[in-house]
């Protein structure tokens, strides 16, 4: 692992006090470069990715258990690492944890086929791994999203360089010692911590890594994608999003307006937050009502506490941006309903909590209902028609995840496949799920982790063909 050695020191501050709560080393591009020579090597002695799938699902399921040996250590790090609420941080470690084990069960079964030709002969597939792959997370939600992408790279025999956001770089340092308990061989997971703008670029732009994949903002992504292109690397990306929630008016109204878990889970902080509340005219002042009431009883806290539900933002800085989100809603005409200030006074004063904020009466052309925000605030819009339901949806530049709240199996069709998204949730805010790809479409991204397409993202295929004569 690379993370230590380096001179420079990156302070990691509490977003809920303030204060320091670690220091870590601040990586460079040199380091990045000796990250990458690190994984090369091990790539190239083989031990892993040589190993058979077997051998390798066998390292997989024990980190998977020694994960959940330290899940209340690694909650709490990532509780106090990200300001999100504790009961937030223990779904997320231990959904972790059953990625790995995810991958650890689906690696034996995942391989080549046999392909009848026209040539006399036999025809053969087979998968192999990429080679040096450069993963780069968000700070959202920074150990599930790591698991994500490191579960089925490792299974798949890659060596890999992990490089956590800058804020949030703790709980995949002690993923890379518990990976090493686990018996994954040295060099093969490598971990680096600092600045993503100078650290990215490095491993973006290295001749060794020809893999990448990226979790973050469009704008970054975007760049990414244009540093790759120099090298043809392979490129992941999943990026923002403005996710809708349609509400009909057939649909269980009272499980819909309490349907705030999508919209205000981590904060806010989330790609697939349902930003946007499109809902029919003939319900929509009783959706209001229900949804500020629903928000209103949310308990803001120390994210230590058990009983809080929404925790501090990653940062004032960040918190500033989204009251300037705010602010311009209300420079547009938009009403606010609820909330939409910084939290204040005791122990509020010393992180970056915001109260969560409820627009109505908000038009389709407004910034709060087009740009992706990133912190609690939702825009509620009417719709007429369920074709206007569907042209507000895909009226983004967006297209990641969603909901859609009816009783009519015909419409649940109709608009599941007239939303442009990589996601949609029918009657539920759940967006995620081990079994199943996850990713955007539009300016969302490409390509998916989770499910079994994320082993052929982190793959290469092989045609072999044996001739009979």
């Known amino acids: 692992m690379i993370r230590s050695g380096m001179a420079a020191e990156e302070q990691i501050r509490e977003p809920a006090t303030g204060e320091i709560l670690a220091r870590v080393a601040r990586a460079g591009p040199e380091d990045a470069g000796r990250a990458v020579a690190a994984a090369r090597l091990s790539w190239e002695k083989g031990d ?12 997989l399921l024990r980190l998977a258990e020694l ?29 972790g944890a059953d990625c790995f084990q995810y991958y650890a069960g689906l690696l034996p079964a995942f391989g080549g086929q046999t392909v009848p030709v026209s ?3 036999t025809a053969l597939t087979f998968r192999e791994p990429i080679g040096v792959c450069a993963l780069i997370v968000p700070w959202n939600f920074p ?15 890659n060596s890999i360089v992990l490089k956590p956001a800058s804020a949030t770089p703790l709980t995949a340092l002690r993923l890379a010692e518990l990976a090493t308990e686990a018996g994954l061989p040295p060099g093969v997971l490598n971990v680096l911590t600092g600045p993503g703008g100078t650290i990215g670029e490095a491993l973006v732009r290295h001749p060794d890594v020809r893999k990448i994949s990226f979790t973050g903002s469009t704008e970054i992504g975007s760049q990414v994608m244009r540093w790759a292109a120099d090298d043809i690397k392979r490129v992941s990306l999943e990026l923002g999003g403005k996710s809708a929630s349609l509400i009909f ?16 889970g981590n904060a806010g902080q989330d790609c697939c937050a349902r930003s946007r509340i499109l809902v029919e005219r003939t319900v929509y002042d009783e959706i209001v009502e229900r949804f500020v009431e629903h928000t209103r009883a949310l ?19 960040h918190r500033d941006k989204v009251h300037g989100s705010v602010q311009r809603g209300s420079d547009q005409d938009a009403k606010l309903c609820l909330g939409g200030r ?11 909590f915001y109260e969560p904020a409820v627009f109505r009466d908000v038009t389709p052309g407004m910034i709060i209902a087009q ?21 507000l949806a895909n009226g983004t530049l967006y297209g990641l995840s969603g909901s859609l709240w009816t009783r009519d199996v015909g419409r649940a069709l109709r608009v599941a496949r007239g939303v442009e998204t990589g996601v949609l949730s029918i009657n539920s805010s759940w967006s995620v799920h081990m079994e199943m790809p996850f990713g955007g479409v539009k300016r969302s991204g490409i390509g998916s982790d989770l499910g079994p397409s994320a082993l052929e993202h982190y793959s290469e295929q092989k045609s072999v063909f044996i001739a009979a004569d």
Do not use: C, Y
């Open 48 to 59: 892993w990715r040589h190993a058979t799938p077997m051998e390798r699902a066998k390292v």
């Open 249 to 264: 008016a057939d649909a269980d109204l009272e499980k819909a307006g309490a349907s705030i878990s999508g919209s205000f």
């Open 67 to 95: 994960i959940r040996g330290a899940a209340g250590e690694l909650a709490i790090l990532e509780t106090r690492n990200t300001g999100k609420p504790i009961r937030e941080a223990r779904g997320e470690i231990e959904m």
């Open 342 to 352: 910084p939290k204040t006074g005791g122990a509020f004063d010393r992180g970056s």
């Open 371 to 391: 740009e992706e925000i990133f912190g609690p605030v939702v825009a509620i819009l009417p719709f007429d028609t369920e074709e206007e339901a569907i042209r």
């Open 143 to 157: 150990f599930a999203i790591a698991s994500w992408k490191v579960a089925p790279a490792l299974a798949m025999g």
């Open 299 to 317: 308990r803001l806290g120390d994210p230590l506490d058990e009983e809080t539900q929404i925790g501090s933002l990653i940062s004032p800085r």
């Open 119 to 121: 040539a006399p002969g």
